[in-house]
């Protein structure tokens, strides 16, 4: 009966989406800094939802601190004055609850909807001396410390996870990656600028852009084919590394939020896909769409948790 309402709301929300906005006002609350790919999500989606006409308002707040724990914590303790934020979140709440970075969870707030799925990538300053992954390879293979990753996020998080998985599928040890962590990609980029690092491990859609920039090359990312957004980069996969990883970001409203406004969301996002501001922004960023909404969204955050929890235990991150 719950998903066929959310059916019945979204299909009469899309009609009415051109002619009225779903939702009044969304305000968007980031765990970041500017730069990194929760700051990109949230906005992008946000310029969508109101130049489709969507949504009437909509307001951005960037929260760093405790590795995304500061704005989970704020969102709990303003649970009844915050029903009309949404916090943007990916991956990296499974993980460092897992490794207790924060004493939060995804079960304490009310998931919503995974929306986009974005991939990894490896890159370097465009002074660099790699032109390909398999010489970052090669110098990693002769001395891991050799080669300092830098990420936008802590050790043991998704960026670190991402590239232990990378040289752990080249025949490295993954335990010996020299990680670099900073607060946000743009931090990180510019540690990689600076030469602090070697390689810069982050989101697909961060490297587009700062390649568009004439910042960086990407010498590889993390699907399974490569990305119409950026056709020249290659897979992993056919480099003759097996490390396949897709990273879902999506959206988490107070705990306690009604179901009433959950459909709202999920009606909100669904309305989204079917707009050409919204394949302009997904084209800019070479996101893939990945929408699980509702029970959906928290059946699969259960079994990432199962999944990255065997991860983490395999590479060494967790007893």
């Not at 568009?212 to 119409?228: H, K």
Request: net charge negative; proline share 5%; glycine share 12%.
């Amino acid at each position: 009966m719950w998903m066929s309402g959310i059916a019945l709301l979204m299909s009469s929300w899309v009609l009415q989406a051109s002619e009225a906005p779903i939702v009044q006002e969304v305000h968007f609350l980031i765990p970041g800094g500017a730069g990194g790919g929760w700051d990109s999500t949230a906005r992008g989606i946000g310029e969508a939802l109101h130049q489709a006409g969507i949504v009437e308002q909509v307001s951005f707040e960037n929260m760093s601190g405790g590795g995304g724990g500061k704005a989970i914590a704020y969102l709990m303790k303003t649970a009844e004055q915050s029903q009309n934020t949404l916090m943007v979140n990916s991956t990296p709440i499974v993980i460092r609850s897992l490794s207790n970075v924060f004493p939060q969870s995804f079960r304490d707030l009310t998931p919503v909807a995974a929306t986009i799925g974005d991939y990894g990538a490896f890159v370097v300053a465009m002074d660099s001396p790699y032109t390909s992954f398999a010489q970052v390879v090669d110098k990693y293979l002769a001395n891991p410390a050799s080669v300092p990753v830098a990420g936008g996020s802590a050790r043991g998080s998704m960026d670190h996870l991402v590239a232990a998985m990378a040289f752990q599928a080249a025949g490295g040890d993954p335990r010996q990656v020299k990680y670099l962590a900073y607060d946000a990609g743009g931090k990180a980029m510019a540690g990689l600028l600076s030469g602090e690092a070697v390689i810069l491990s982050t989101g697909l859609s961060e490297a587009i852009a700062l390649a568009a920039a004439g910042e960086v090359r990407i010498l590889a990312m993390t699907g399974d084919e490569r990305s119409d957004s950026a056709p020249k980069v290659p897979t992993l996969k056919e480099l003759g590394f097996d490390a396949v990883f897709v990273n879902w970001r999506g959206f988490f409203g107070p705990p306690g939020l009604s179901v009433q406004e959950i459909d709202r969301y999920i009606a909100m996002f669904e309305a989204m896909y079917e707009t050409p501001a919204w394949k302009e922004v997904q084209a800019r960023y070479g996101w893939v769409k990945l929408f699980k909404p509702g029970k959906a969204f928290t059946a699969f955050l259960e079994q990432q948790e199962q999944q990255m929890g065997n991860l983490m235990k395999e590479l060494g991150f967790l007893n």
